[in-house]
């Protein structure tokens, strides 16, 4: 029943910005954290950022400064804003939710999205 909505993916110029958004709905307890990934062509998959039920963040260094991890705790909703997109960042994103559920007991397990397709041309 859980599930992770993943929207805001498409092509863009070098330079231009993009919103991704990652809803978890579903029978969810709390959120240990959520995050965002990315697997270009040929390449292993790749953290981007991550931010933890406190607030904290953590950014892979290609992307500081350029992208910004945010979320609605309400909507259990994970951002990313993307700005300066280089070609490089072409790749497919994927939302990750580290999940606590109740199954006859707490059980905590991760959970990926589909991916979305960001392309960067130039």
């Known amino acids: 029943q859980v599930q992770l909505a993943v929207s805001g993916g498409g092509l863009v110029q070098s330079g231009g910005s993009l919103r991704l958004s990652c809803t978890a709905s579903?029978?969810?307890?709390?959120?240990?954290?959520m995050g965002w990934y990315r697997q270009a062509p040929g390449k292993q998959r790749e953290l981007v950022a991550r931010?933890?039920?406190?607030?904290?963040?953590n950014y892979a260094d290609f992307v500081k400064g350029r992208f910004t991890i945010s979320r609605d705790d309400a909507k259990k909703t994970v951002y990313l804003q993307m700005g300066s997109l280089m070609p490089d960042d072409t790749a497919v994103y994927y939302c990750n939710a580290d999940l606590i559920l109740y199954r006859d007991g707490l059980v905590r397990r991760d959970y990926w999205g589909q991916g979305t397709q960001v392309t960067v041309s130039s």
């Open positions: 931010m933890s039920r406190g607030g904290s963040t």
């Open positions: 579903g029978s969810i307890l709390s959120i240990n954290a």
